[in-house]
């Protein structure tokens, strides 16, 4: 079916000014790197039999978000190793694998294979069941960047054309191998490569050549994000364990840092006007004033709360964050002002939840494990709009959704679906 696709001039939030199909999704959590879409007229139910355009069999499993960009849709995958969890097989079959997919009928246009980099870490253990591939690509203009932690950092054009390849480090963590995924700036790629070298590090886009390097990023698995401070000026905001740090993006020098989390970190931070929100693991939350100087947890930090994610990321909606808790399926409203946070109880039972929401349309997707995806009405209040299963596939699914030109884009651990009203 021909689509008319509407063409506007989007400034993402790295800041690169093209002009580009304002119905893309080309990076994790879309294109602003905050999980919202200004889409209308989106699919609300579906089912195995019910508003799917196409599904594509996998090569193997992953927990990477799909990307898109015009007529073609990217994922990653793993196979070979790693995809039964009672018997993973061995590390030396492990495969990498990039999939470039036609969406007008899910056929795949061509795809690459990768011999990892060995050792990884060992597929065992719930932290562990993430993978292989939980690195979402990144596309701008004719480039896109892939990153599959000590393996390194791929730049290909679209039609599969590789342009470089780059290491950011070749150590690794030995619980929960890598995670985070690259964003652009300017003619940066930047990569946090916390489980390859404890440094956050940008590269030159069209050459793979490292420009900067920060040290010190301790077991973080989120996406850097950037914010624009009070005076106007840029910063690059992570979280991390123990703290949350502000970077001058152009020259990776830490400008600030507030005490955050005593755990492990994977959520990426949200911004909304000139403040950071993070939400981490051991059970806390906090939001930053940024543009500050040094230590900044007495003079820029607004408020912290005990409340907090050891997985997804956040939403920011008119003053309120909206996260879930990764197990037991809590949907927290929080106020942004003040930290203040009321929960309620996705039912039926979402037992496990990793994937970072999606808001589109005055609703959000919320991908759980194994029971689903729950869509919810964005106010401050539960109400359940519907909770779509695939009766024909029980498949493990870790990876956010893809909104793109009214259709929703969702992968688990042996499917690709194309869902749209149909």
Not at 81 to 101: A, F, S
Not at 122 to 144: C, F, M, R, V
Not at 153 to 158: G, R, Y
Not at 161 to 172: E, L, P, R, T, Y
Request: hydrophobic share 35%; charged share 20%.
């Amino acid at each position: 079916m021909q689509r008319q696709r509407r063409i506007s001039c989007v400034f993402f939030l790295v800041f690169a000014p093209c002009l580009v199909l304002g119905a893309d999704w080309p990076q994790f959590r879309g294109p602003t790197g905050q999980g919202i879409s200004d889409e209308k007229g989106l699919p609300v139910e579906w089912s195995s039999s019910k508003n799917i355009e196409w599904k594509l069999k996998l090569p193997g499993a992953g927990a990477s978000s799909p990307v898109t960009v015009g007529k073609r849709v990217y994922v990653t995958c793993y196979s070979g190793y790693g995809m039964e969890t009672k018997d993973p097989g061995k590390q030396e079959n492990l495969r990498r694998h990039l999939l470039c997919i036609d969406r007008a009928d899910g056929k795949i246009i061509w795809s690459k294979e990768f011999e990892p980099l060995l050792p990884e870490h060992n597929y065992k253990g719930e932290g562990a069941y993430q993978g292989y591939a939980p690195s979402t690509p990144i596309i701008e203009g004719d480039k896109l960047y892939v990153f599959f932690g000590k393996t390194g950092v791929f730049c290909f054009d679209l039609d599969g054309k590789q342009i470089w390849q780059a290491s950011v480090g070749k150590a690794f963590d030995a619980r929960w191998g890598s995670g985070a995924s690259p964003m652009l700036y300017k003619n940066l790629l930047i990569v946090n490569a916390s489980i390859e070298s404890n440094a956050l590090v940008a590269l030159d886009k069209a050459t793979g050549k490292e420009v900067w390097r920060a040290p010190k990023i301790n077991s973080s698995w989120g996406t850097p994000v950037l914010v624009t401070t009070p005076e106007k000026t840029q910063e690059l905001a992570l979280n991390m364990q123990g703290r949350v740090a502000g970077f001058d993006p152009d020259t990776g020098k830490e400008l600030w840092s507030a005490k955050g989390h005593g755990n492990y970190v994977c959520p990426s931070v949200v911004v909304h006007g000139n403040i950071v929100y993070a939400v981490g693991g051991g059970g806390t939350s906090l939001a930053i004033k940024s543009g500050g100087r040094g230590d900044v947890t007495e003079t820029h930090v607004l408020w912290k709360s005990n409340k907090g994610s050891n997985a997804s990321s956040p939403i920011y909606l008119d003053g309120i964050l909206y996260w879930t808790s990764e197990s037991g399926g809590v949907l927290h409203f929080q106020d942004a002002a003040t930290g203040k946070s009321t929960e309620q109880r996705l039912v039926p039972d979402v037992r496990r939840m990793w994937a970072s929401p999606v808001l589109a349309d005055g609703k959000m997707y919320f991908v759980s494990q194994d029971k689903g995806v729950y869509v919810v009405a964005a106010r401050p209040k539960l109400e359940l709009l519907a909770h779509n299963v695939f009766e024909d596939d029980k498949s493990r699914s870790n990876a956010s959704l893809a909104v793109s030109d009214g259709q929703l884009f969702l992968r688990n651990d042996q499917y690709l679906y194309c869902i749209g009203k149909r």
